[in-house]
T-cell receptor, first 115, second 112 residues
Framework: GAVVSQHPSRVICKSGTSVKIECRSLDFQATTMFWYRQFPKQSLMLMATSNEGSKATYEQGVEKDKFLINHASLTLSTLTVTSAHPEDSSFYIC???????????FGSGTRLTVV | DAKTTQPPSMDCAEGRAANLPCNHSTISGNEYVYWYRQIHSQGPQYIIHGLKNNETNEMASLIITEDRKSSTLILPHATLRDTAVYYCIVRAISGSARQLTFGSGTQLTVLP
C-alpha cells in the first residue's frame, strides 16, 4: 500500500511553454502533498507544501506565479511550470504523507528538460 | 528539526553488511529518526524509522544509541541494488503535516 504515482516521468518542452506534472496518491487520501526539486548531484529542495482545497505554501525564493500548484482533491496535486526556461530543467518529485508517524511516500519523479 | 551529519560516501562489498552512521547530537525527545534512500533518478524510498528503540523490518535494522545522539542503519546483506544515496532525517511529529528536510546523505556503493 501507500503508492504515489507521478506523471510524466520525463518531459522535454520548448522554452516559453508550460508543463503540467501530476501527483496521485493511489490507495490513500493525502491531505498534504509536497513538491521538491533536485538539481544534478544535489539533494532534494522543498519547493512548496500543497494542502487539499487551499492555496499552496511556497518556500522562500520559489516563484508562486511560475510554479502553479493545485490540490483539488485528496488524491491529486498538480505542479505546472509556466513559461519554462532552460534553468527550470530539473528533477521534480512529489510526496504525500500517510500519517506523520508512518513517514512519507514519494513519487518516482519527473525529469524536465527545457530546450 | 535537529541537524544530522552523515559521511558523504561509503563502499561495501556485495553480500556483506552495510553500516551507515548518522549523527544527530541535538535531537529532541519528541523527534523521530527516519531513513530514506534514493536510487539514481528515482524518488526517495522509505526504509525505516524509530524513536528510541532499535527497529527492524524486511529492509533494514535501525540501531539508536541510548542517548539518541546517533544512529546506524544496517543493511544486513547488501546487494548491488542497494547502491543509492541514503538520507538520515530527524523530525518531530506535530499537529500538522510538515515536510521532510533532506541533507546531503551518504552515497553507498555496493561493490561486486
Amino acid at each position: 500500500g501507500a503508492v504515489v504515482s507521478q506523471h510524466p516521468s520525463r518531459v522535454i518542452c520548448k522554452s516559453g511553454t508550460s508543463v503540467k506534472i501530476e501527483c496521485r496518491s493511489l490507495d490513500f487520501q493525502a491531505t498534504t502533498m509536497f513538491w521538491y526539486r533536485q538539481f544534478p548531484k544535489q539533494s532534494l529542495m522543498l519547493m512548496a507544501t500543497s494542502n487539499e482545497g487551499s492555496k499552496a505554501t511556497y518556500e522562500q525564493g520559489v516563484e508562486k506565479d511560475k510554479f502553479l500548484i493545485n490540490h483539488a482533491s485528496l488524491t491529486l496535486s498538480t505542479l505546472t511550470v509556466t513559461s519554462a526556461h532552460p534553468e527550470d530543467s530539473s528533477f521534480y518529485i512529489c510526496s504525500a504523507t500517510r500519517g506523520q508517524v508512518m513517514g512519507y511516500t514519494f513519487g518516482s519523479g519527473t525529469r524536465l528538460t527545457v530546450v | 528539526d535537529a541537524k544530522t551529519t552523515q559521511p558523504p560516501s561509503m563502499d561495501c562489498a556485495e553480500g556483506r553488511a552495510a553500516n551507515l552512521p548518522c549523527n544527530h547530537s541535538t535531537i529532541s525527545g519528541n523527534e523521530y529518526v527516519y531513513w530514506y534512500r534514493q536510487i539514481h533518478s528515482q524518488g526517495p524510498q522509505y526504509i525505516i524509522h524509530g524513536l528510541k528503540n532499535n527497529e527492524t523490518n524486511e529492509m533494514a535494522s535501525l540501531i539508536i544509541t541510548e542517548d539518541r545522539k546517533s544512529s546506524t542503519l544496517i543493511l544486513p546483506h547488501a546487494t548491488l541494488r542497494d547502491t543509492a544515496v541514503y538520507y538520515c532525517i530527524v523530525r518531530a511529529i506535530s499537529g500538522s503535516a510538515r515536510q521532510l528536510t533532506f541533507g546531503s546523505g551518504t552515497q553507498l556503493t555496493v561493490l561486486p
